[in-house]
């Protein structure tokens, strides 16, 4: 069986999509709020460290200037 995978990439948010044979899984965030999207947005400090989605939104407020949102804007 062959496997192929779609990345969207939207300005907001992002999801990832496996086709399984004649089957579309769509991968979702494991977070305990159960959130169906993730966000599109990418932290990254001065020591590397790097976080995305959910993780990476949530420092946007305290971190501005090392996180990355709304790419196509």
Do not use: C, W
Request: net charge negative.
């Amino acid at each position: 069986m062959s496997y192929a995978k779609g990345i969207d990439l939207g300005t907001t948010n992002s999801e990832i999509a496996e086709l399984r044979g004649v089957s579309t899984y769509v991968f979702r965030p494991t977070l305990n709020d159960f959130s169906e999207y993730l966000p599109s947005a990418v932290y990254l400090n001065a020591q590397n460290s790097l976080l995305v989605g959910h993780e990476a939104k949530a420092r946007y407020e305290s971190e501005p200037e090392n996180t990355f949102i709304e790419f196509k804007r």
